[in-house]
Structures are given as structure tokens and as C-alpha cells.
């Protein structure tokens, strides 16, 4: 049980450009809304790093009873998430990861595992050989290192080629520039995979801008209803992996943290893919 009537929670969200981080930000308000107790402060650092490690050393200043952070980039946040540690501060890293392990607990899907499953859909969707444009996420995030290196992994060993590869920092536009680079260098694209939905969606607008959607697949990940599930209803993208975003779990974790309970330093969510054959029934759990 908690000892008082009030818990001041700081959130520290990297950005609200985009609809994966405003849902993490309601799935945290919705669960921390059932426990009057809870309040939570929220901090949009507009995908600004440097404004981040601001908010997390207001935050700290402030007192808070935790913090929660979703960190833009890893190297950079770790200090300011350290710092709030050593001043007592309970810290739920969700989503990115800081370099290290210096928190209470992290929160989010395994990426790696993502990128693998992702790369053996697209082997076995492509019969084992093809050519497939490579679009990142930010590269100095860790989701975009390990959704890299499972991909990676994934095609290993089969005849998928990756004929171009950009990073594109985790957004549309960016996306949808890359790719028209991509599209005037090369003839023949079999399949974009992007590291996550707005980036495939961006790629599939410039392919279409040139009219040539029809000749390649476009797979991507997050896997929200109105975004990536949306798409591959409309066809407009073949696969999607669901990324959770963690948010109801912090909340639940944040409640035993402030008891004195013990919790895991780890907590890894799972993940589903979503296909053209799969999306009525609710898609497939990958592993
Ligand atoms: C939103 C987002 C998601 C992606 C996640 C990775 O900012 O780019 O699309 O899955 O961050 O951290």
C-alpha cells in the first residue's frame, strides 16, 4: 500500500509528433488516472535532446517521487537519468534505452527480436532473394541500432539484397525524401522495410508519387490501429510489428516502486505481426 495520499510522477516524453508517442502518452494517463493518488506531470521535449535533459533535471530539482523517461537518444540521456538516481529518484526508462543499466526499470519490446522476425517474414514473403531498401530509424536511438542488427540477422544467410540504406531519424518526411533518392537510382525495388510505420507510409508516397507502388512491398513497425494496422487493411503496406508502448505497465510498475515493493529491472512485452491475411483475426504473436 502507499504511505502518502500524494505521488507527483514526472513524464518525460522525447516528442508528440507523432501518433505512437501521443498513445503512450494516453496509455499512461488512462492507467494513472484510476489511482487518485498519482498525479502525473507531463513534458514534451519536441524532439529536441538537449531540451530533454532539461526536463529530466527540472524534474530532478523539482523533487519528484519518479520519474519516467522515453528517451530521444540513448548517449545523451543517460547522465541526466543517472543524476536522478543518485538524488533518490525511482527511474522507468520506457521505449529507448540509456546507456547502461543505471535505472530502476526498463520497459519496452525487444527490438532485436523484431528485426529478426521482420527480416524472415521478408526472406520467406520474397522466396529468398529480392532487392529491399533499408529505411532507419534514428541511428543514435537504440530501437534503430537494434531493429538494424536483427534485420541483419534475419537475412542472413538467404539472397536478400539491401540495395540502399538511410536513416531517417523516425520520420515520414525524411522517409519520403530518402526514398525518392532510392527510387532514382535504382530500376527495381522489391520491398522497403522500414523501422517503423511513418517511415514505410513516407516511402510508399514517394513510390507513388513516381508510380511505382505496385512494384514493391512495404513493411513497417508499431502497428497502431489507425496507422500501420489502418494501412495494411487499406494494402497500402503488406506487414506490420505491433511495438507496444509500454505506457499502462509503467504505471503499474511506478505504483510498486512507490510501495517498496521490489520490481524487475527488466520488463520486455511481446510483440504480433500484421499481414493482409492475418489483420481481421488480430495478427499472429511473433518470438
Ligand atoms: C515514435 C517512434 C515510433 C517507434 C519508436 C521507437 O517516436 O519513432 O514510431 O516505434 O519511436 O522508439
Known amino acids: 500500500a502507499l504511505a502518502k495520499d500524494k505521488y507527483i510522477i514526472g513524464m518525460s516524453q522525447c516528442n508528440l509528433g507523432e501518433p505512437w508517442r501521443v498513445q503512450m502518452n494516453a496509455d499512461v494517463k488512462a492507467a494513472a488516472d484510476q489511482h487518485p493518488n498519482l498525479e502525473v506531470v507531463y513534458k514534451d521535449a519536441q524532439n529536441d535532446t538537449l531540451k530533454q535533459r532539461a526536463h529530466v533535471e527540472e524534474f530532478v530539482s523539482a523533487g519528484v517521487d519518479l520519474l519516467i523517461i522515453s528517451p530521444k537518444e540513448a548517449q545523451p ?124 507510409h513516407g516511402a510508399y508516397l514517394a513510390a507513388k508519387a513516381a508510380g511505382r507502388e505496385k512494384e514493391m512491398k512495404f513493411v513497417g513497425i508499431d502497428a497502431l490501429p489507425h496507422e500501420g494496422i489502418m494501412y495494411v487493411k487499406q494494402g497500402i503496406m503488406d506487414a506490420t510489428f505491433q511495438y507496444p508502448t509500454g505506457g499502462a505497465e509503467s504505471i503499474d510498475i511506478a505504483l510498486k516502486i512507490l510501495a517498496g515493493e521490489q520490481v524487475p529491472h527488466e520488463i520486455t512485452l511481446g510483440s504480433r505481426v500484421f499481414t493482409a491475411e492475418n489483420v481481421d483475426s488480430g495478427g499472429e504473436a511473433i518470438e
Not at 105 to 121: L, P
Not at 161 to 179: N, Q, T
Open 77 to 200: 540521456l543517460t547522465e541526466p537519468v543517472a543524476k536522478a538516481m543518485d538524488a533518490g529518484i525511482p527511474v522507468i526508462v520506457l521505449d529507448r534505452r540509456v546507456v547502461g543499466d543505471k535505472y530502476t526499470c526498463f520497459i519496452g519490446a525487444d527490438n532485436k527480436i523484431i528485426g529478426k522476425a521482420a527480416g524472415e517474414w521478408i526472406v520467406k514473403t520474397l522466396g529468398g532473394k529480392g532487392k529491399v531498401v533499408e529505411l532507419k530509424g534514428l541511428m543514435t536511438s537504440t530501437p534503430g541500432q537494434d531493429r538494424n542488427s536483427g534485420f541483419r540477422e534475419g537475412i542472413k544467410g538467404s539472397e536478400i539484397e539491401v540495395i540502399f540504406e538511410a536513416d531517417m531519424k523516425w520520420l515520414e518526411p525524411d522517409a519520403r525524401k530518402e526514398m525518392e533518392s532510392a527510387l532514382a537510382r535504382f530500376d527495381k525495388i522489391d520491398l522497403v522495410y522500414a523501422h517503423n510505420d511513418p517511415g514505410a
